[in-house]
C-alpha cells in the first residue's frame, strides 16, 4: 500500500531526505516549496517503504489503508498534485553538504535568541558540528515558542513537533536559558560579547489590528492576542473576554482565523480533552456564541487559508457552514499550477453556498469586505461592514483581528524606518543606514522572513542563515568574544535574574501533565510566571 500525506503536514521536509526514490514534492530546492500548503507522495512512484513515515515528526503520513473517513480525501489531493508533474524515481540529487570547520579556529560560541521553530531547527543545524556550542535563550519560562502557545489545541499531532526540540535540547553542547529577556535583563550587545555570533529567532509575537476607528475597545482584539488566552501564555493570564453575545466576527481568513471560529464553536467537551488553558475551556463552558463571521477583504480565490483547514470544519458536529450566495466561485480560467488546491477550496464554497447544512452553530464566509469602524452599542460592538455594494452594521460581542503578525523591536537589532522589520541579507542583519552586515548578528524565521510559512519552513530558513554564520566564521569575519559565556551567570544573578534550564523546564512539564491526568487531559497549563518559577525551582 502507498503512503499519504495528511493536513498534518508541517513541511519540516525530513520525509524527502527519507524517501529513497525521491517521490516526495516539492522539495525545499523546488520553487513551489515556498508557498505549499503540504508535501505530497506520488502514487504511482510509492513503493512503501515506510521512510517517510518514521521521518515525520508529526505523524502526517500513513499508509493509505490506515486513512481514516475524514482523511480519505487525501489520496486524491497527493495524486492531483502530480498531474502534468510526472516523477522520475531515483532522481534526487545530491545531499547537503555539511561544511567543514577550520580545526584552527577552536570551538564557535552562538547565541540564539527564542526557542521557538525557527531557534531550535537552527540550534539542529549547527549541532551538526562538535565544535559549536549552543545557548539558546527565551523570554519565557517555557520553550517551543507558538508549538505550545500558538498552535490550536485541538490540533495535538502539529504540537507533536516538540518532541523534535526535546530531542535538539538534550543535545549536550546545548543549554537552555529560560526566562531571559533580551533587551531588557540583559542586552543585545552584552551576548555580542560573550559569543561570536548572534541569532534573533524571536519571532512576530505581536498581532495586528485593523487601523480604523474603534479598533481599540474592550472586545476588540488581535487573534494572537485570543490565542495566547486560549493557549495559556502567561502575557494573557488576566485576560478575560465576554462571550454573553450570540456572534462573534474575525476579520481575516488564514489558518489562524480559522482556528479562532473553530474554538469559538467546537462543544467544550471536546475541547476537555486538549491542552486547551483551564480559564478559557470554564469561559467556553458558559459562551452563548453560536455563529463567527469570517471576513475576507478580497475573493475566495485569495482565501488565505490551507485546504486541509478549510476541510476539517466540514468534520465538526452540528456545525453549518454557510456562503455568502452572491459569492463568485467560478473557477479560473487558467489553472495556477503553484496553487494545485485552489480548485478544491472553491468546491468546498460551492457546496456550502446559500443557508449551509443544518446546525446549531454556524461559520458564515464572507468575501470583498471591509471593516470601517466598530463602535460601542452595549452590551455588545457594532461593526460597520461594507462591500463594493453595500454598507451594514452588524452586532457583535467580540471582534477579533486574523490579520497578521508582527516583529517587536529589541534594542541593539536595527529596524527598516516605519515598519517592525530587520534588514538583513541572506539571513545576515544589516545596517538600515547603508546595507552594510553587522558583523556577529543573524536572523531565521518570522523576525527573518515576516509571518509566512508554516512551522516546517523554519528548517530550511535557518539552515541558510547558519550557512552563513558558518562561511563567515570559516573565513575569519567573526570577532572573538571578550568575555566568557560563563560570566553571563554572574551577570544574570547579580541583577536578580533567575533563569531555568532543561531540567527546570522537565518540572514544569511534569507537573502539568501530572494535573492533566486528574481530568484525563494531557496537561493543564500553568499560567502565572510566579508559579512557573516556584515549579522550576522547587
Not at 2 to 17: F, I, P, S, Y
Not at 461 to 468: K, P
Amino acid at each position: 500500500m502507498v503512503h499519504v500525506v495528511t493536513g498534518a503536514c508541517c513541511n519540516d521536509a525530513r520525509c524527502v531526505t527519507a524517501c529513497p526514490l525521491d517521490v516526495i514534492h516539492p522539495r525545499p530546492d523546488e520553487p513551489e516549496f515556498a508557498t505549499a500548503e503540504m508535501l505530497h507522495i506520488d502514487p504511482t512512484t510509492c513503493i512503501d517503504c515506510g521512510a517517510c513515515a518514521d521521518a515525520c515528526p508529526v505523524d502526517a503520513i500513513v499508509p493509505i489503508d490506515k486513512l481514516v473517513p475524514t482523511q480519505l480525501h487525501f489520496a486524491q489531493v497527493n495524486a492531483d498534485y502530480f498531474a502534468g508533474r510526472p516523477v522520475t524515481p531515483f532522481s534526487i540529487g545530491p545531499t547537503r553538504a555539511i561544511p567543514v570547520l577550520p580545526p584552527a579556529l577552536g570551538r564557535l560560541r552562538v547565541a540564539i535568541i527564542g526557542s521557538g521553530p525557527a531557534g531550535m531547527y537552527a540550534a539542529e543545524e549547527l549541532l551538526r558540528h562538535s565544535d559549536i556550542d549552543v545557548d539558546v535563550f527565551e523570554r519565557l519560562l517555557t520553550p517551543w515558542g507558538l508549538v505550545r502557545s500558538g498552535v490550536a489545541p485541538d490540533h495535538p499531532e502539529t504540537k507533536a513537533v516538540a518532541a523534535t526540540f526535546e530531542t535538539i535540547a538534550r543535545e549536550r553542547n546545548l543549554r537552555l536559558r529560560l526566562g531571559v529577556d533580551i533587551g531588557t535583563d540583559i542586552t543585545v550587545e552584552d551576548l555580542r560579547e560573550r559569543y561570536h555570533a548572534v541569532i534573533v529567532a524571536a519571532g512576530a509575537p505581536t498581532g495586528r489590528t485593523l487601523d480604523i476607528p474603534g479598533a481599540t475597545r474592550p472586545g476588540s482584539v488581535s487573534a494572537h492576542e485570543f490565542a495566547g488566552w486560549y493557549n495559556g501564555h502567561p502575557d494573557a493570564a488576566d485576560t478575560t473576554f465576554d462571550l454573553s453575545g450570540t456572534r462573534a466576527i474575525v476579520v481575516g481568513n488564514g489558518n489562524v482565523a480559522l482556528d479562532t471560529a473553530r474554538i469559538l464553536l467546537t462543544d467544550p467537551a471536546l475541547l476537555a480533552g486538549t491542552d486547551i488553558a483551564t480559564h478559557a475551556l470554564t469561559a467556553l463552558q458558559h459562551s452563548r456564541i453560536e455563529e463567527v463571521w469570517i471576513l475576507g477583504r478580497r475573493g475566495p480565490r485569495h482565501c488565505a487559508c490551507t485546504e486541509s483547514e478549510l476541510t476539517a470544519l466540514a468534520t465538526l458536529p452540528g456545525l453549518a457552514i454557510e456562503v455568502d450566495p452572491h459569492t463568485d466561485l467560478d473557477p479560473p480560467r487558467e489553472l495556477d499550477t503553484d496553487n494545485a488546491a485552489l480548485p478544491r477550496k472553491l468546491s468546498f464554497f460551492r457546496t456550502h453556498t446559500g443557508t449551509g447544512s443544518e446546525g446549531r452553530k454556524r461559520i458564515v464566509f464572507r468575501f470583498d469586505t471591509c471593516v470601517t469602524s466598530i463602535d460601542n452599542d452595549a452590551p455588545t460592538l457594532s461593526v460597520q461592514i461594507s462591500t463594493p455594494t453595500t454598507t451594514e452594521k452588524v452586532s457583535a460581542a467580540v471582534v477579533i483581528h486574523a490579520i497578521g503578525h508582527d516583529s517587536h523591536a529589541i534594542p541593539g537589532i536595527p529596524v527598516l524606518p516605519g515598519t517592525t522589520r530587520t534588514p538583513h541579507t541572506n539571513g545576515r542583519i544589516t545596517d538600515d543606514a547603508d546595507g552594510t552586515p553587522i558583523t556577529g548578528l543573524y536572523t531565521v524565521g518570522w523576525h527573518k522572513r515576516g509571518a509566512t510559512g508554516v512551522i516546517g519552513t523554519n528548517r530550511y530558513c535557518s539552515q541558510d542563515t547558519v550557512a552563513a554564520l558558518l562561511a563567515d566564521f570559516a573565513d575569519g569575519h567573526l570577532q572573538q568574544p571578550k568575555h566568557s559565556a560563563a560570566a553571563l551567570d554572574s551577570m544574570l544573578t547579580a541583577r536578580g535574574i533567575r533563569p531555568t534550564d532543561l531540567r527546570g523546564w522537565h518540572r514544569i512539564d511534569t507537573e502539568e501533565r501530572r494535573r492533566g491526568q486528574a481530568t484525563a487531559r494531557p496537561r493543564s497549563k500553568i499560567v502565572r510566571r510566579s508559579e512557573l518559577a516556584t515549579t522550576a525551582h522547587p
